[in-house]
């Protein structure tokens, strides 16, 4: 009886969420109530997995219309939402009881096995379990919890053969990169019947955010001098990684050691009018950052200074400045009006200490 109640959950849930993507004819209306439920949660963190799939869980109310709202300013997360498979992994993590729902609010990894489940949760992993081609007889347990700082991730281990152990995994809460956001979009375009719009965040023409131009530095991206300590060389070393990203495949990479006396910064100058609100974000990664000889700890950031036409300075700059050690990604985020005399500004990435850091994901956005 209990295993007729389960498959009948089963059944409902296919029917719920296993019927496809409801795809309209027409694109949706968006009307004030959906602007407005949709403002509501772009407007929550979204600088980490763990906050990222609090929107997650929080847009799964939200009509088609708030989602094609939604997509405006975070394409990716509505991907999530209309996929069926990454919806479902959603919806697994919103079925937790509240206490456990609670610990991934924390950031905790959670581990379910059958036996802890109410039948609403077996229901959705039996349903998992189908669209990842693993039988329910031999699943063993669900892991979720965030990864690397990158996505949040939702495991599910399983007995394959001589009794080994078999996991298979769905990666959630990607952050919104340039790249991988036009993925969702191209996406989205088909879903909606309309092309999701960018009204809410304008991109400024910041070119080669993503380092993509290739394994060399683009001619966009400008070395200048940052800071020396004594003699002019050694120079830190500043190149192209081809083996770390966070979105697409390269991503810039800052090297230097106690030896190292004259410290570059990659900048790029872009056209502003006064009144502007701007928001540069990055994402850095860092290994075995430190601060050695005469270096300093809050030299490792990302900046954006105001300069006149003739690139004088006409305000302080503005800094996020990075955590040192070893890190996986972590967002940098600055959010500033351009004041008065300003005709451009100058994003500046610098790592000025000793060890590797890493960055990619450079945005630049008109948010007033
Ligand atoms: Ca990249």
New binding site residues.
């Given amino acids: 009886m209990v295993v007729d109640m389960r498959h009948a959950l089963t059944i409902l849930f296919c029917v719920l969420f296993f019927s496809g993507p409801a795809l309209a004819d027409r694109p949706p209306i968006v009307d004030a109530a959906a602007e407005s439920q949709a403002a509501q949660i772009s407007r929550m963190s979204d600088g980490d997995p763990v906050s990222r799939m609090q929107m997650l869980l929080a847009a799964r109310e939200l009509s088609d219309a708030a989602l094609f709202a939604l997509a405006a300013t975070h394409p990716g997360l509505v991907e999530q939402l209309t996929d069926s498979t990454y919806r479902t992994a959603i919806d697994y993590i919103g079925s937790l009881p509240p206490p456990e729902l609670h610990r991934v609010r924390q950031g905790e990894t959670v581990i379910r096995t059958l036996r802890s489940m109410n039948s609403t949760e077996q229901g959705i992993v039996e349903a998992l379990c189908e669209a990842n081609s693993i039988k329910f007889k031999k699943f063993q347990a669900m892991r979720v919890g965030p990864l690397e700082g990158r996505i949040y991730r939702v495991e599910m281990t399983s007995t394959g053969k001589k009794k080994s152990t078999v996991s298979s995994e769905i990666a959630l809460a990607w952050p919104g ?1 340039p ?1 991988r956001d036009e993925e969702s979009r191209v996406i989205l375009t088909r879903y909606f019947n309309a092309r999701p719009s960018q009204i809410n965040n304008s991109v400024l023409p910041l070119i080669d ?4 131009a290739g394994p060399a530095l683009s001619e966009d991206w400008v070395l200048r001098e940052a800071l020396v300590l004594g003699p002019n060389v050694p120079v830190n070393d500043i190149d192209i990684d081809t083996r770390n ?8 990479r800052f090297h230097a050691d106690d030896e190292t006396r004259r410290f570059n910064m990659v900048t790029q100058r872009i056209t502003v009018v006064e009144g502007m609100t701007i928001r540069a974000r990055t994402q850095v990664m860092s290994d075995n950052l430190r601060v050695e000889f005469q270096q300093r700890p809050t030299d490792v950031y990302l900046a954006m200074s105001f300069l006149d036409i003739y690139g004088t300075p006409v305000a302080p700059p503005k800094r996020a400045v990075a955590r040192l050690h070893s890190h996986t990604w972590e967002l940098l985020e600055i959010i500033a009006p351009v004041p008065a005399g300003a005709d451009l500004i100058q994003l500046e990435l610098l790592s000025a200490v000793s060890g590797t850091a890493w960055f ?2 450079v945005t630049l956005e008109l948010v007033k």
């Fill in positions: 990169t790249e955010g993503s380092f993509e990203a966070i979105d697409g495949r390269y991503s810039l990619d994901g």
